[in-house]
């Protein structure tokens, strides 16, 4: 399987500033036959399932603000808050769908709070 | 707007079957792979397994074993059977829609169903 980890486990950003959040993945998830990166970004708030904000590694789902974006290639990625709201507040994850036969892998999560 | 509802029972003992059921509205199984994931209390999720509507599957290679999925394409519906449960199967279970083919990520999900398992 590839493991998909994550950095930080937690972080705390002050309103305003940005938020940066790493994934890295056990091999490379770029396709090279359509020059596409299979990883996902989510967004998760207590007691919801989680929201996809991000697929493609950088391409931004319908509706997520533009303050969100993601960026990297084959094994490392990046998921970036410009400027953090209070809303922003959450647990994010970082999913690879690179894998044939399909064995979807999630980072471990990042807990993203108000300093 | 693509909604999943979802149901199943909430406790079951050691050893029992968990059984859970996702209902699809605002489209159709036809086109897509639908999953399931969980997440124990407090942790990660974790991909269980996915079927297309003409019921083809992939499983997790550790839950393969007991894992089974099907689909209902009249009632417009899937579901997912887990044998055997132990305490380390208590979660969150969340349906979710991946994609048409070649790799999913999920972009609709049911609202969750915690299961516990407890004697």
């Known amino acids: 399987d590839i493991v998909v980890t994550q950095s930080p486990d937690s972080l705390a950003v002050s309103l305003g500033e940005r938020a940066t959040i790493n994934c890295k993945s056990s091999q490379s998830v770029l396709y090279s036959s359509n020059n596409k990166n299979y990883l996902a970004w989510y967004q998760q708030k207590p007691g919801q399932p989680p929201k996809l904000l991000i697929y493609?590694?950088?391409t931004r789902e319908s509706g997520v603000p533009d303050r969100f974006s993601g960026s990297g290639s084959g094994t490392d990625f990046t998921l970036t808050i410009s400027s953090l709201q209070a809303e922003d507040v959450a647990v994010y994850y970082c999913q690879q769908y690179y894998s044939t036969p399909p064995v979807y892998t999630f980072g471990q999560g990042t807990k993203l709070e108000i300093k | 707007q693509v909604q999943l509802q979802q149901w199943g029972a909430g406790l079951l003992k050691p050893s029992e079957t968990l059984s859970l059921t996702c209902a699809v509205s605002?489209?159709?199984?036809?086109?897509?792979?639908w999953s399931w994931i969980r997440q124990p209390p407090g942790k990660g999720l974790e991909w269980i397994g996915e079927i297309n509507h003409s019921g083809s599957t992939n499983y997790n290679p550790s839950l393969k074993s007991r894992v089974t999925t099907s689909v209902d394409i009249s009632k417009n519906q899937f579901s997912l059977k887990l044998s055997s449960v132990t305490a380390a199967d208590t979660a969150v279970y969340y349906c979710?829609?991946?994609?048409?083919?070649?790799?999913?990520?999920?972009?609709?999900w049911g609202q969750g169903t915690l299961v516990t398992v407890s004697s």
């Open positions: 605002g489209g159709s199984l036809r086109g897509y792979y």
């Open positions: 493609w590694a950088s």
């Open positions: 979710a829609r991946g994609g048409g083919s070649g790799g999913s990520c999920f972009g609709y």
